[in-house]
């Protein structure tokens, strides 16, 4: 067990949300030691409203490096659920069987060919997708509705429990040695000597290396070592059914069914600052998509729903930044924190341990805005 009252750290993560914990597990597992500070729970959580998806088609269709990035995560998955396995955590509900996107026109079907058959060129085979027309998709989807006209499938899409993940991050992290304090917001960043002091209202803690994994307040946090991160919420709605016999085997971006039944509806996108209530129309918005999906859903009943804000960049990939000013800190924002847990555990923490980001995350820098 890392002893809290040591004076200098190997690494210091501000921020235990999914990139913080990802990160900090990844450290830890190289034998860092590692101590990650979260804020208050009246801090905006993002990792704690999401849908759960590790998915990669589409993603990256106008960014080919965060395709090959995306892809690469998927790859890594089956490892990190391995290794999390191990360390004794809760199961982390992982299937990866593959996605669906479902297409309720010619048109979508047509466009989400285009966009994935650009990324197969991009990736020379590597990603890999089918459309499925209506009736092979009813065959693993019996339930569609008349509107339905088919589907893309992706053999690398897949998801998980994203609040199991969160906490076998966080076991693991404490396995290997990391300490973990919450109520610890970081307030202060500044060069001492050798090391990076950070202060807390628990105390100020040195470290040789502090990445900054706060969502949306790395906005306040970048410009203490020097960085900037243009960053932005976007509000998400989620809406869960009761708990029903299996509806559908394969996860989408609008529909998923947990290990335990219960159906999650989701997929909205509001640029509503940071206000987070439900809001009615935007639920009854992706409800009539999900009826128009699975008409059967009709009869069942809805037992909770809740808002959450995306952290965004201004062109919505990842901000992956090492400041110049301070060496040793590194500033981390981004949205499809499930997807990427894996390579952020173990690409990202790489470089981050060895003190330097790899050259495949040059052009997420956030300098690409600064032209
Ligand atoms: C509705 C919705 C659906 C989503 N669906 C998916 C999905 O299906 N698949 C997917 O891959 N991704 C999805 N995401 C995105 C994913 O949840 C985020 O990428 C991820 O949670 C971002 O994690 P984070 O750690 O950067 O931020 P957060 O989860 O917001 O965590 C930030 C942490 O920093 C802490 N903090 C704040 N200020 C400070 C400070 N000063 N010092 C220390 N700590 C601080 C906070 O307490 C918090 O714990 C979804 C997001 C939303 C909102």
């Keep these: 067990m890392t002893d809290i009252t040591k004076s200098n750290f190997d690494a210091i993560i501000a921020g235990g949300g999914l990139i913080g914990l990802a990160i900090g597990y990844g450290l830890s597992r190289r034998g860092l030691s590692v101590m990650l500070l979260d804020a208050e729970d009246t801090a905006l ?15 990256g269709a106008y960014f080919p490096a965060y395709a090959d990035w995306t892809m690469r995560s998927s790859e890594l998955w089956p490892k990190l659920a391995g290794e999390l396995r191990e360390t004794g955590g809760p199961a982390l509900g992982l299937h990866q069987e593959g996605g669906l996107s479902i297409c309720l026109s010619e048109a979508e079907m ?41 589907a893309a499938y992706c053999p690398h899409d897949g998801h998980v429990n994203p609040l199991y993940l969160m906490r076998a991050l966080q076991t693991g992290l404490t396995r290997n ?11 202060t960043i500044d060069k001492t000597g050798n090391s990076i002091c950070v202060g807390t209202e628990k105390g100020d803690f040195e470290c040789q290396r502090i990445v900054l994994a706060a969502g949306l307040a790395n906005a306040e946090l ?17 809406v869960v059914t009761e708990k029903l016999d299996q509806q559908i085997a394969l996860p989408s971006l609008l529909l998923r069914q947990t290990d335990e039944g219960g159906l999650m509806i989701g997929d909205s996108h509001e640029d509503a600052g940071f206000e987070t209530s439900v809001r009615p129309d935007i639920v009854s918005g992706i409800a009539d998509r999900a009826l128009a999906t699975l008409p059967a859903l009709a009869d ?11 952290v965004m960049s201004k062109d919505g990939y990842p901000i992956y930044d090492q400041s110049e000013t301070m060496p040793g800190a590194f500033a981390i924002s981004c949205h499809s924190g499930v997807t990427l847990s894996a390579a952020h555990a173990f690409d990202l923490a790489g470089y981050i341990a060895e003190g330097s980001l790899g050259p495949e995350l040059e052009g997420f820098s956030q300098r690409r805005f600064n032209v």
């Design 222 to 238: 970048a410009p203490m070592v020097g960085l900037q991160q243009s960053i932005k919420p976007q509000k998400g709605q989620i």
């Design 110 to 150: 047509q466009h989400r060919f285009e966009k994935l058959d650009d990324l197969r060129a991009h990736q020379n085979g590597r990603f890999q997708f089918e459309m499925l027309d209506r009736a092979a998709l009813k065959e693993i989807m019996p339930g569609i509705g008349p509107k339905v006209v088919g």
């Design 177 to 187: 040695g990391g300490v973990c304090l919450a109520n610890a917001a970081v307030r």
């Design 45 to 59: 959580r993002a990792a704690r409203g999401n849908f759960g998806l590790v998915w990669v088609q589409g993603k």
């Design 300 to 310: 069942v009943g809805v037992v909770r729903s809740w808002a959450a804000l995306r």
